[in-house]
């Protein structure tokens, strides 16, 4: 098992530490402004430290070295495919995206049914910020 996997479950672990913890009364959640606030005493330490290890772990992971040759990554660029011709490599690539800046919703993209799928999001975003708050 790698590094980053190890990390990952760290990570995940923590979480559901930390929310098991909360359900039996441990750890308390709690919202400053718009910043999420997990507090509690004792054992509520534990979540925390396992969630920043599994942080640390991911993030040092690219790092480590390997002596194996089997694991250089070649891009795909690269490789030498005489056979395949220019128009069978060039893809075409469609993205879009969502960017919510408080309520303010920035949407971004090249594919009109990616777009619209993001304005449709951005609205329920937007609907579910209002009807919680004015309740």
Do not use: C, W
């Amino acid at each position: 098992m790698n590094i980053f996997r190890i990390g990952y479950l760290l990570v995940l672990f923590g979480v559901l530490v930390l929310v098991a913890m909360a359900a039996i009364g441990i750890a308390h959640f709690a919202l400053f402004v718009i910043f999420p606030v997990i507090y509690g005493s004792g054992l509520s330490i534990i979540p925390f430290l396992l969630i920043f290890l599994g942080i640390v772990l991911m993030f040092f992971a690219p790092f480590q070295f390997s002596h194996s040759t089997d694991r250089i990554f070649i891009p795909p660029e690269y490789d030498d495919h005489e056979n395949e011709t220019a128009e069978e490599k060039k893809e075409e690539r469609h993205y879009g995206g969502l960017i919510m800046i408080g309520p303010i919703p920035i949407v971004f993209g090249n594919d009109r049914n990616l777009i619209y799928i993001s304005i449709a999001v951005a609205i329920l975003i937007i609907l579910v910020f209002i009807l919680y708050y004015l309740r």
